[in-house]
């Protein structure tokens, strides 16, 4: 069964500072992965997904993600992170029916 | 592009009403849209697929004739909470997977809050 982990509820970190928030996955074939982001009662906004090619994918304000398929890891990075980065972020992956798979969503804070 | 709208974004109704929440996609055509529930800090837990067209598939545990669905056409999909309760009170999420895009992705709602008193 494919399954996604995101194994951190909470991840603090300071202004300026790089940012990682973590993803593992679980999948048969190969894998199509996404990062989402919630900021309070609003939607999710598409970060960036992994689909082929480079494993390093960039996305939307700032935010990178590095696929390794020998760790089955695809963990989202942010090089200086910013107060307004805070917010809840979720890792999915895209199952055979088209459905995404998600992850339990990250909290992540940023403090100046 | 691939802008989904949701309606209403918020709701309050009295407990053995019914809601009806519209899923728009703007710009594109939808053949598949999705309905998800989030409860506060947790994940999306995925309710139901919608087809145009067809009846919906709906997750196990996901009562059929309490959440209706219906997807008449290629850019709208409706989620009726039938006989609300407080229980039901929750956040919707629904998403469109673009017809036409090569990865077939899918793009979300902002949402709707629905509070059953």
């Known amino acids: 069964a494919q399954s996604v982990a995101q194994p951190e509820d909470q991840v603090n970190v300071a202004e300026g500072n790089p940012l990682t928030v973590k993803c593992t996955y679980s999948v048969s074939g190969n894998p199509y992965l996404f990062w989402y982001v919630q900021y309070p009662n609003r939607g999710l906004q598409f970060l960036l997904k992994y689909i082929t090619g480079d494993n390093l994918v960039k996305g939307s304000y700032g935010f990178e993600a590095e696929f390794n398929k020998s760790q089955t890891s695809f963990h989202l990075k942010k090089p200086s992170a910013l107060v307004s980065d805070s917010a809840l972020y979720f890792c999915?992956?895209?199952?055979?029916?088209?459905?995404?798979?998600w992850g339990a969503g990250t909290k992540l804070i940023i403090k100046p | 592009g691939a802008v989904v709208s949701q309606h209403p974004s918020w709701v309050i109704c009295k407990s053995g009403t019914s809601v009806k929440i519209e899923c728009r996609s703007l710009d594109f055509q939808a053949t598949t849209m999705f309905w998800y529930r989030q409860f506060p800090k947790q994940s999306l837990m995925l309710m139901a697929t919608s087809n145009e067209g067809s009846k919906a598939t709906y997750e196990q545990g996901v009562e059929k004739d309490k959440f209706l669905i219906n997807h008449a056409s290629l850019t709208l999909s409706t989620l009726t909470v039938t006989s609300a309760h407080p229980e039901d009170s929750s956040f919707y999420i629904c998403s469109a997977r673009d017809k036409g895009e090569g990865t077939n992705e899918q793009f979300f709602g902002p949402g709707t809050r629905l509070t059953v008193l």
């Open positions: 999915a992956v895209r199952d055979y029916n088209y459905q995404l798979i």
